[in-house]
């Protein structure tokens, strides 16, 4: 082989391997542009806790840009607490959905809406229905013990016709939306692997049974638990919780057996002070609170809800 063959052949080698660089240059140039376009959503969350008569979770939604937020709060020193995180966030608040109809759910609407009024608040037409039938009494009920945290005015959201938000181009569904009767729905954040919103998970309190009165109502219930189970979410964030919670499958786990437990309970007490008792022996490690009373006086016949 001669010194011109030779040249010719290094020419091409040098050719091919600055091709390949630059083509693998540019596949993880757009890998890169690919992982950023899909990059999960973040999930966190405020509750309370003892500080508030109720210790209902709200939780932020977050893209790069964009902010969600998932129920208001009960008490105005609670909501102020919600925009002051949003505000901190730099990010826009697009929108606000209320995921369930009772009071310690929206009653912060009005604190939200006075410092970001372009945001859109939502809900279920279901719940947007149950909130509409019961405001005004909850209000009267609950606004003497309030009192300067009980809202100045009621924020009625606007009924939602689509089970899917966006926010920076990634996906929250809104699982139980087209369910025959979906009284009780949850969020599902596919990117990040997390459920949040709704009243039907707790953890470390006692479970609200004042809703489900019924058999076939429970058994809803425990279907919706199964449901969340199945779509394998690294992160469960209870509605209701206290202390130490455990923000993942656990959680779920907790409220299954806390429902069959009290039905149980039930059927073996003659009264709410039996009922109540023998819940308390169950969970010594949970007091007893107005949640339990409620619920075993009404399970028993012994009190109608609502009111």
Do not use: C
């Amino acid at each position: 082989m001669n010194t011109s063959t030779y040249a010719i052949r290094n020419t091409v080698n040098a050719t091919l391997k600055a091709s390949s660089n630059i083509s693998l240059a540019a596949t993880l140039l757009l890998a890169g542009f690919s992982a950023v376009n899909a990059a999960p959503l973040q999930v966190s969350h405020f509750n309370p806790g003892e500080n508030s008569i109720f210790a209902v979770s709200s939780s932020f939604i977050s893209g790069e840009h964009e902010m969600m937020l998932v129920d208001a709060q009960f008490q105005n020193n609670d909501a102020q607490k919600l925009v002051d995180t949003i505000k901190a966030s730099g990010k826009k608040l697009t929108q606000v959905y209320i995921s369930h109809s009772d009071p310690d759910f929206y009653f912060g609407l009005a604190v939200i809406k006075k410092h970001f009024p372009d945001a859109q608040i939502v809900a279920t037409q279901t719940t947007v229905d149950a909130i509409k039938a019961s405001m005004e009494g909850k209000l009267a009920y609950w606004g003497p013990i309030l009192k300067d945290n009980a809202p100045k005015e009621l924020v009625l959201p606007k009924a939602i016709h689509s089970d899917t938000f966006t926010i920076d181009g990634e996906q929250v569904i809104i699982k139980g939306f087209n369910d025959k009767h979906p009284k009780h729905t949850f969020l599902w954040v596919p990117s990040a692997k997390t459920i949040t919103g709704g009243v039907e998970v707790f953890d470390n309190t006692h479970v609200w049974m004042a809703d489900t009165q019924t058999a076939s109502e429970r058994q809803e219930w425990l279907a919706h638990l199964d449901a969340m189970e199945k779509l394998l979410p690294t992160t469960v964030i209870p509605g209701h919780y206290l202390g130490e919670a455990r923000f993942d499958t656990r959680a779920i786990g907790f409220t299954r057996e806390y429902v069959k437990a009290f039905e149980v309970a039930a059927k073996a007490s003659k009264d709410s002070a039996e009922l109540i008792q023998k819940m308390l022996a169950l969970y010594p490690q949970m007091p007893a609170d107005a949640g339990l009373e409620i619920s075993a006086k009404v399970y028993m016949g012994e009190m109608t809800w609502p009111m």
